[in-house]
């Protein structure tokens, strides 16, 4: 009997072992064909939906208690150029168009009701659904938009460190670090984009 389970142990140990080998080629062989259709360009756009994350980021920041002297309304042409194909997409139809009405609507109607945080975000909608093709198109996906991400990301970065009293107080004070590390996020989606576009 005891021989018998021992056996059957190192059946299932075998069967297990050949099941995790089985799985790993799976995952080379995955890996291998996402690199060789995605490529580097996968990661331009991962890159542009981090940048977009932290410029959103970066205008909560801003909104809140920890005020920057920055000029944020840059973050608003900065997302609209990184932001992913398929959210702007969305953006650019029917929902994006029925959220510009809904803004505009309260702004022009009700003021008071409008909350001035609301302000940069309907400026983005409105700029997302009413841009000419030329824009929404062509410059975004060129690298027209690649080159004024990294203008907007280097201009934003200089005024913090100037904002800051220096380069080691932006990463020093406690609200200059999130403020840095959401800026240098803004810079590595136009270099990575750059790096694709050239090579």
Known sequence: MWKKMGFEEEAVVELINSDFRDLSVAANQLANHVVKLGGIGFGASFFGLIAAIAAIYLLILDRTNWRTNILTALLIPYIFFSLPSIIFAVFRGEI?????????????FIPRHFPDWLELPGALILLIVVAPSLFANTFRNDIVGVVVCLIIACYLLQEHIRASGGFRNSFTKAHGISNSIGIILLLVYPIWALVVILF
């Open 96 to 108: 994006g168009k029925w959220i510009a009405v809904i803004a505009v609507v309260l702004r022009l």
